[in-house]
């Protein structure tokens, strides 16, 4: 496919990137930490720590696992915490050990934490207390060695992490009981690491960095295989789209989604490593009027989410008095971002919402809007550079521009394959080396690409695809209506009819109202026969809506 998005490109944007800047993802660290010592790294619940700090912890917890633990290059070292302190520092830490991270979802139930463990063949695991029941569940059916334990106020120190640490255990009852004979804590693996020198491995491009497990809501995860090659080519590819737009050592970032998904690992925590941005790590984002207050501490100039993220901010009515002065940026990606959320984003804040798209399989970026852009475009944006887009149909042949078919990406952002799973990477890639992402899209003549929906997420309806996006769309543009899903249901008459479940803003709000709303704005077959209103929907750990737990029952309706 002919490149007619480099067309489309800002000012300041290249079209190739340059992947020798960094051997590694450690030896980007220690460029970052010489050139940023003494900035702020990172803010966590008030505790600071600056580049310099987070040298010298990273490099005990990576002396601790070579001397300590004599762990080897490429060994596993599985981490299950959320956005605390302890994170950074053990995944650098893991890092400049020469060690593969293998990210672990904190809220995995112990049947989802003993696949993972099993099949990604980790033998050391960082974990936060609160989640340390599920783990001894699986200990007896798992090759552990050794188990460290952290809590929240572990590295917040003094006073202030005891207090913590009381609350979470005394008053809020969050950490159920559990005893792993033999563990850690994660202060003491930094008092033992501080024992050894840290022996820097040579580790190249193709060396593997991370195990990032992906596909659990569609079946049994699979880990999709992440070098360090293909982490710097995708930090390299959007810090190009990014640097025109901000400035080295000014940057604060609001990291809300957990370090441990592929998004926020390489947008917030790499790119933005790579800036010397200070990260605000935000421990629990589903507080909030919480996550306002911390909001309302921070001069912050850029923030990421997805649309469930952004629409639970703007409908807080305290997030709108916020200082947006420094704002620049906003990044939505993991689902489509809704029209009405976009414009009401750009009416509080001043700055359109970015729509982005990418996969675990890619590290993630693909596609990035301009950061230009005047107004939200329904589009997930251009190529960014080195990648190279073909759109397919399901013979493999390229279709022409403005006509619908599957995204397939080469770049060397591309995964290596799965772990462990020959078969299903054979089953990804194209014969001439694309990946086939499942999303069906349309490429205009700029360049700009609009993602229509998954290939198993489209209704059909008489003969006619029905993407789930579009109706969603115009179901959120109803002023009554906070939250919806849209699936496709057996129908004897049309093979297929489009239901939708809703969370309502407000309670008066008909299955008619919604209905006829609908019938304004979608073509008749489009139009949903059936609506559920629930209290709630099922949602992934960075807050995507799982249509599959809509099929599968998900939680109760409203009565």
């Not at 809220?107 to 050391?124: C, I, K, N, V, W």
């Not at 792993?180 to 008092?191: E, N, Q, V």
């Not at 599957?406 to 462990?420: A, I, N, T």
């Not at 906070?482 to 479940?501: C, H, N, Q, T």
Request: with cysteine; proline share 5%.
């Amino acid at each position: 496919m002919e490149k007619v998005w480099l067309n489309s490109y800002p000012p300041g944007v290249p079209a190739e990137i340059d992947m020798s800047e960094f051997a590694s993802l450690a030896d980007l660290f220690e460029q970052g930490t010489r050139k940023f010592g003494a900035r702020t790294a990172y803010v966590n619940m008030g505790k600071t720590l600056s580049y310099a700090e987070l040298d010298v912890l990273s490099e005990r917890f990576a002396a601790f696992l070579q001397g300590e633990l004599g762990l080897q290059r490429g060994a596993r070292v599985a981490l299950m915490m959320p956005n605390v302190l302890q994170y950074p520092v053990a995944m650098f830490g893991a890092l400049r050990a020469g060690c593969t991270v293998v990210n672990v979802n904190p809220l995995y139930t112990a049947r989802e934490l003993e696949h993972q463990l099993r099949d990604s063949g980790a033998d050391t695991i960082i974990i936060l207390e609160n989640f340390a029941h599920t783990l001894q569940q699986v200990l007896t059916r798992v090759p552990m060695r050794t188990v460290v334990v952290t809590s929240l106020g572990e590295l917040l120190g003094g006073v202030k992490g005891l207090l913590v640490d009381f609350v979470v255990r005394r008053v809020r009852r969050m950490v159920p009981a559990w005893r792993i004979d033999g563990h850690l804590s994660f202060s003491a693996a930094l008092r033992r690491g501080a024992r050894h020198r840290l022996q820097r491995p040579q580790l190249g491009h193709g060396d593997l960095a991370y195990l990032q497990y992906t596909g659990g809501t569609t079946g049994t995860a699979k880990g999709a295989e992440l070098t360090h090659g293909n982490i710097i080519g995708n930090l390299q590819q959007a810090h190009a789209w990014i640097g025109p737009y901000v400035e080295e050592g000014r940057e604060v970032i609001i990291t809300a989604l957990p370090l441990y998904h592929i998004f926020s690992l390489t947008a917030n925590c790499l790119t933005f490593f790579k800036l010397g941005a200070t990260n605000v790590l935000i421990t629990n984002p589903r507080d909030i009027p919480g996550f306002v207050k911390e909001l309302g501490k921070h001069r912050f100039t850029v923030i990421t989410g997805v649309n469930t993220l952004f629409n639970a901010l703007l409908n807080n009515p305290d997030f709108a008095r916020l200082d947006f002065s420094a704002f620049k940026l906003a990044l939505g990606g993991g689902m489509a971002v809704q029209q009405a959320v976009a414009e009401k984003w750009h009416q509080i804040t001043g700055h359109v919402l970015l729509e982005a798209y990418g996969l675990t399989e890619t590290s993630p970026a693909v596609t990035i809007n301009p950061l230009d852009l005047p107004a939200f475009n329904h589009t997930i944006g251009l190529p960014i550079p080195s990648t190279e887009i073909s759109i397919r149909d399901d013979d493999g042949r390229e279709v022409a521009l403005g006509q619908p078919g599957e995204l397939c990406v080469r770049g060397p952002q591309v995964m290596r394959g799965y772990w462990k799973r020959p078969e299903d990477s054979a089953r990804v890639f194209t014969a001439d080396g694309f990946l086939r992402t499942g999303d069906v899209a349309v490429m205009d003549e700029r360049g700009f690409i609009r993602l229509v929906d998954r290939k198993k997420d489209m209704i059909l309806v008489s003969g006619f695809n029905v993407y789930p996006n579009e109706v969603e769309d115009v179901v959120a543009s109803h002023p009554g209506v906070l939250e919806v899903a849209a699936l496709g249901v057996p129908d004897e008459r049309s093979g297929e009819a489009v239901k939708i479940f809703v969370v309502r803003k407000d309670p008066a709000l008909t299955e008619q109202a919604l209905i006829a709303h609908c019938r304004e704005n979608l073509t008749g077959y489009k139009v949903p026969h059936h609506v559920e209103f629930r209290d709630e929907l099922p949602k992934s750990n960075v807050g995507k809506i799982l249509r599959r737990a809509l099929r599968d029952g998900g939680p109760a309706a409203t009565a």
